[in-house]
C-alpha cells in the first residue's frame, strides 16, 4: 500500500473529505517536495500540492504525482475558495503546524465569504504512518548511521587536552560535511567537565582537560533521513566516579537493549532501562527519556519514555539512550539508534563503546 493510500484509509476513518499537510517533513515525505514552503491538498482521488512563484518548476520535478497549483494569494483568501470550489465540506488540518491566529482567519474567511466548509483540527495522521519505515528509509537511515560512526573514530583520532568544545564541534561538522553529510540535523553537542551535566549543552570556549568526562552527541543526514548517537569519553587515567557512572549507564542501556521488544510500550521500554539506574541510587539523575524516533526529522515518533502508550512495533527506528548527570561533575550518556526487526531491537550503530581515550 503507498503512503498515500494509508493517508487515504486514515482519512476515510475520520470520516474527513481532504487534509491539507503543512508539516515540512509530512510533506517531503508524501510527495517528494523538499521546499521550504507548500501545502498538499489530499482527497481520496486527488493529490494538490500549492506553491509560490520560487518552488512552481521545483515542485513539478520533485512531485510528478501530484497536481501543481501556483498560489499568489494569502493562504487564509486562496485555501477556503479552492477547496470549497471543489465541493470539499469537512477539511483536516495539522493542528499542530497552524498557529491559533492563522486558524481564526481562515475561520473568519469562512464566515465572511458563506462557505459550507468546516475546518477539523488533526494531530498524528502523517506522522503514524512515518513511524513504520521502508526498505529504501531504512537505508537511508543506515547510511546516516554510516556517517555518525566514522565522525567518532575522527572524534577519538583528534580529541586533544586543550581543544576547546567549539573546536571539536566544528571539527566534526566539517569531517561530517566532507564525508559527504547534508546539514547536521541538529546542532552538535560537546559537553566536558561540569557542562556535561547539561544533558542539551552547547559548545562553548571551555577548555577540555584530562579526566573529565566529554559527551559528544552527533548526526548525520542523508536524502533527509537522521542518525543519532552519543558517546562519552574521558582522556587521561582511569577515574574511579567516571568508572562507576560509565558502568551503570551501559548496563542499563544494555539491558534495554537486549530485552525491549514488539509489543512493548515506551513506558515499559523506559522503565527497563530506568530499574537499572533507579537500583543504583542515581534515578533523580536520569531526567528526560530513554529514547525517540529517528527518520526524517531526528525527534519523532515513537517516544520512549514515562507514560508512553506507543507501541514498538517492527520497521521503527528509534534511540536507547540513558543518562546520569551530576550537577558540578559532569554527566555520562551513551545512545544508539536502532530498528526493531523480527520482534527485538537491532542495533544500527557501531561506534566502539570504549571510554578511555589515552
Known amino acids: ?37 507548500g501545502w498538499l491538498i489530499i482527497s481520496n482521488n486527488s493529490a494538490y500540492l500549492a506553491v509560490d512563484f ?38 483536516g488540518f495539522e493542528a499542530d503546524q497552524v498557529p491559533f491566529s492563522t486558524y481564526q482567519k481562515l475561520f473568519e474567511t469562512i464566515s465572511d465569504d458563506g462557505y459550507h466548509l468546516q475546518l477539523i483540527p488533526t494531530s498524528g495522521l502523517v506522522e503514524s504512518i512515518r513511524t ?32 576547546t568544545e567549539k573546536e571539536v564541534a566544528w571539527g566534526l561538522e566539517k569531517f561530517l560535511r566532507e564525508q559527504g553529510s547534508e546539514a547536521v540535523p541538529f546542532d552538535i553537542i560537546v559537553a566536558s567537565g561540569p557542562n556535561a551535566a547539561l544533558p542539551h549543552a552547547k559548545p562553548s570556549e571551555q577548555i577540555i582537560l584530562k579526566n573529565v568526562p566529554v559527551i559528544i552527541d552527533l548526526g548525520a543526514q542523508v536524502n533527509g533521513y537522521c542518525s543519532d548517537l552519543t558517546r562519552t569519553f574521558l582522556m587521561g587515567d582511569e577515574d574511579k566516579t567516571f568508572s562507576k557512572i560509565y ?48 527518520g526524517l526529522e531526528t525527534h519523532e515518533s515513537p517516544r520512549l519514555g514515562a507514560n508512553s502508550a506507543d507501541l514498538l512495533v517492527d520497521g521503527m527506528v528509534f534511540t536507547i539512550e540513558p543518562g546520569i548527570y551530576v550537577a558540578g561533575w559532569g554527566g555520562i550518556r551513551i545512545e544508539d539508534t536502532v530498528v526493531m526487526e523480527n520482534g527485538k531491537a537491532k542495533t544500527l550503530t557501531r561506534a566502539d563503546k570504549k571510554a578511555n581515550i589515552s
Not at 56 to 68: L, M, S
Not at 133 to 158: R, W, Y
Open 247 to 294: 558502568d551503570i549507564v551501559l548496563g542499563a542501556q544494555l539491558t534495554a537493549l537486549a530485552t525491549i521488544g514488539a509489543g512493548m510500550n515506551g513506558d515499559q521500554a523506559d522503565r527497563l532501562a530506568r530499574t537499572v539506574i533507579e537500583q543504583a541510587n542515581y534515578g533523580d539523575a536520569f531526567g528526560h527519556g530513554l529514547g525517540h524516533g529517528v
Open 54 to 91: 520560487r518552488y512552481v518548476e521545483q515542485a513539478k520535478k520533485e512531485a510528478p504525482d501530484f497536481n501543481v497549483i501556483h498560489v499568489k494569494d494569502d493562504m487564509v483568501r486562496w485555501l477556503p475558495k479552492f477547496l470549497s470550489d471543489l465541493g470539499f465540506k469537512k477539511a
Open 132 to 163: 513504520i519505515k521502508e526498505p529504501d528509509e531504512l537505508q537511508l537511515i543506515t547510511d546516516a548511521v554510516k556517517l555518525a560512526d566514522a565522525a567518532f573514530g575522527h572524534a577519538k583520532s583528534m580529541l586533544r587536552p586543550g581543544m
Open 1 to 37: 500500500m503507498s503512503r498515500l493510500q494509508k493517508l487515504r484509509h486514515s482519512l476515510a476513518q475520520k470520516e474527513l473529505d481532504v487534509l491539507v499537510v503543512s508539516q515540512p517533513e509530512n510533506r517531503r515525505y508524501l510527495s517528494g517536495f523538499t521546499g521550504s514552503a
